[in-house]
T-cell receptor
Framework: GAVVSQHPSWVICKSGTSVKIECRSLDFQATTMFWYRQFPKQSLMLMATSNEGSKATYEQGVEKDKFLINHASLTLSTLTVTSAHPEDSSFYIC?????????????FGQGTRLTVV | AQTVTQSQPEMSVQEAETVTLSCTYDTSESDYYLFWYKQPPSRQMILVIRQEAYKQQNATENRFSVNFQKAAKSFSLKISDSQLGDAAMYFCAYRSLTSGTYKYIFGTGTRLKVLA
């Protein structure tokens, strides 16, 4: 199946700094990428949907100025957590949908564990 | 808005036995997909099985099968001949085909324990 790679797998940063997480589709072109946040023992909560070349669509309650999403190419989307605080510590997962294929499931990255100290 | 409900936070099954995980959903749409995903301790989301709403036939993938009841909005997962490697969190997910966003809505998950 299609492969989605997320980098880094884990990151520790100091409070107040920014962290960038990359999501790449390795063997297909992704029209749409999704960013999720997962707290321990909880479900995946969709944060935003990004389409290549356009602004991301954020879910209600997600601060777009804090979680900057860029989808500059058909194979790369980035999530930047700006001015990170300990409450931003979480597991972030991206998924990507293949261009032009209706009904194909989204493929998930392996996730990034962010710890803000 | 669509919702997905998994009422079983945790289930246990003896190795080689069969277990059924429940999922119900709510939607006013007629065209959609339903999925079961497995999330092992590695946290990598793995697709287990997919069901198209317009298909009456229940999807099967080896030891995994679903019981899709469209009118009842129910989508349960049956795991036969359970193996130790099946132990994981299982998420039921809904994906709209008419909203144009293609976003997934996940249930809260069921943790499956497999007993040796």
């Amino acid at each position: 199946g299609a492969v989605v790679s997320q980098h880094p797998s884990w990151v520790i940063c100091k409070s107040g700094t920014s962290v960038k997480i990359e999501c790449r589709s390795l063997d297909f072109q992704a029209t749409t990428m999704f960013w999720y946040r997962q707290f321990p023992k909880q479900s995946l909560m969709l944060m935003a949907t990004s389409n290549e070349g356009s602004k991301a669509t954020y879910e209600q309650g997600v601060e777009k100025d804090k979680f900057l999403i860029n989808h500059a190419s058909l194979t790369l989307s980035t999530l930047t957590v700006t001015s990170a605080h300990p409450e931003d510590s979480s597991f972030y997962i991206c998924s990507a949908r293949e261009q032009g294929v209706r009904g194909t499931e989204a493929f998930f990255g392996q996730g990034t564990r962010l710890t803000v100290v | 808005a669509q919702t997905v409900t998994q009422s079983q936070p945790e289930m246990s099954v003896q190795e080689a036995e069969t277990v059924t995980l429940s999922c119900t959903y709510d939607t006013s749409e007629s065209d959609y997909y339903l999925f079961w995903y497995k999330q092992p301790p590695s946290r990598q989301m793995i697709l287990v099985i997919r069901q198209e709403a317009y298909k009456q036939q229940n999807a099967t993938e080896n030891r995994f099968s679903v019981n899709f009841q469209k009118a009842a909005k129910s989508f349960s997962l049956k795991i036969s001949d359970s193996q130790l490697g099946d132990a994981a969190m299982y998420f039921c997910a809904y994906r709209s085909l008419t909203s144009g966003t293609y976003k997934y809505i996940f249930g809260t998950g069921t943790r499956l324990k497999v007993l040796a």
